[in-house]
């Protein structure tokens, strides 16, 4: 058994052992998950992709006069204004005005608030534009200007729902072409695509969530971060493995950190045909090597989580729950899967070799003793499941 406070103390003193969450499988095989759990003391895990539930709040200081900014727009995209008067928050998938109506790309957005967020972290200048009803001490009725992160008195990234733990694989099973979050989907199944660092990301290396919680100081496209709350969305209780894997969507993360420490190479805005925009987000977390049972569970290779397969033309917009199959993230990583006897080629939304550059560099952070681990100041819920909107009639 080890403690926070003890790998931290040798983080501190630079000789704390750190591996990826790549590297640790073999390692273990070659000495045994005994001496490895006595030696090592971190794991590190990461994962990049499309986190649509992700956005910022942005703090602009005080023009003269005053204004309370009731109307707001960054480079053309509507930022909501009800915070305060010179608060706002800027949603990733939140569009720019007038995109949607664009008939020369039709079912094309080019732009929204995750390129917003993609080109304040890269430090270009920005339009604001805001409006106000005007008070007594807030009299400014408009205001146009220019600024860069720089200017913001706070530029807080703040993610309600990051880093799923598990994920569909999308299929499309009708005749006709779907565009949707998971990207094109070709009709008769001619395609699949999967969105997840598989035996890289950090709640399948933490499936039972005895080291990430409340509180985790987390990676957050470079800068120093930490997990707020439960995700939205966060259902612990699932089908699960032997080894507590879950066999689909399960755990998430909301996640905030300062977005002037982050690096624009792990912000990265994204365009989703037919769907809307999102935005790519990096996001590494250590996991402290209490014992041979947490390390064993950072042990998880590919061929052992389970992925469901579904059918987004009947999933999507009418649940059915529906699993046509299960394939192993060893097989989606080959580019081609079988479903029900037809070979299907498959692509990932997620990029496992960025996610293999954050885990290294979150290692290498640690190593320096730059970046110490952090006990939860509380767990994750274990059992509890994501409710639906039931359409009611109005109560009498």
């Known amino acids: 058994m080890k403690t926070y406070a003890e790998i931290n103390a040798k983080i501190e003193l630079g000789d704390a052992v750190v591996m990826t969450a790549d590297e640790i499988m073999d390692y273990v095989d070659r000495k045994g998950i005994d001496a490895v759990a006595e030696e090592v003391d971190v794991v590190t895990t990461a994962t990049f992709g499309p986190m649509c539930s992700s ?24 930022a909501y204004t009800g915070l305060a008067a010179v608060d706002v928050y800027l949603g990733a998938t939140q569009l720019r005005h007038a995109d949607p109506a664009n008939m020369d790309y039709p079912g094309e957005f080019r732009y929204g608030g995750g390129h917003v967020i993609e080109d304040l972290i890269a430090g270009k200048t920005l339009q604001l534009f805001a409006l106000s009803y005007g008070t007594d ?27 799923y733990q598990n994920y569909n694989v999308a299929i499309n099973d009708s005749d006709r072409m779907l565009h949707t979050y998971m990207g094109q989907l070709e009709p008769n199944r001619r395609n699949a695509n999967y969105c997840s660092a598989g035996q890289l990301s950090p709640l399948l290396n933490d499936p039972l969530y005895e080291t990430i919680g409340i509180g985790t100081r987390v990676w957050l496209a470079g800068a120093q971060g930490h997990v707020y709350a439960e995700g939205t969305q966060h259902a612990g209780g699932c089908e699960r493995t032997e080894g507590g894997v879950p066999m689909e969507g399960a755990g998430t993360l909301a996640l905030t950190g300062d977005m002037k420490e982050m690096r624009p ?63 192993s993230y060893a097989q989606l990583r080959t ?5 029900e006897g037809q070979p299907v080629r498959v692509g990932s939304l997620s990029s496992y070799h960025k996610a293999l550059e954050i885990a290294n560099l979150l ?34």
């Open 363 to 396: 290692a290498d952070e640690i190593r320096r003793g730059d970046f110490l681990v952090s006990e939860p100041l509380r767990k994750l819920p274990r059992d509890v499941a994501m409710l639906p909107l039931d359409i009611r009639p109005e109560p009498s």
């Open 55 to 78: 956005g910022c709040v942005l703090n602009f200081g005080h023009s003269q006069p005053k204004i309370r900014m009731t109307e707001a727009w960054i480079a053309d995209v509507p």
């Open 265 to 327: 190479e792990f912000v990265r805005g994204a365009s989703f045909k037919g769907y809307g925009v999102s935005l790519a987000v990096g996001v590494g977390i250590p996991i402290p090597i209490l014992n041979a049972d947490v390390l064993r569970r950072t042990c998880v290779r590919d061929s052992e989580i389970m992925a469901p397969v579904v059918d987004y033309s009947h999933d999507y917009p009418e649940k059915t729950g529906r699993v046509m199959t299960r394939v």
């Open 137 to 163: 001490e807030y009299p400014r009725r408009e205001i146009r200007t220019y600024f860069t992160i720089h200017d913001l008195n706070q530029a807080i990234m703040v993610n309600p729902r990051n880093c």
């Open 335 to 339: 580019g081609e899967i079988e479903v």
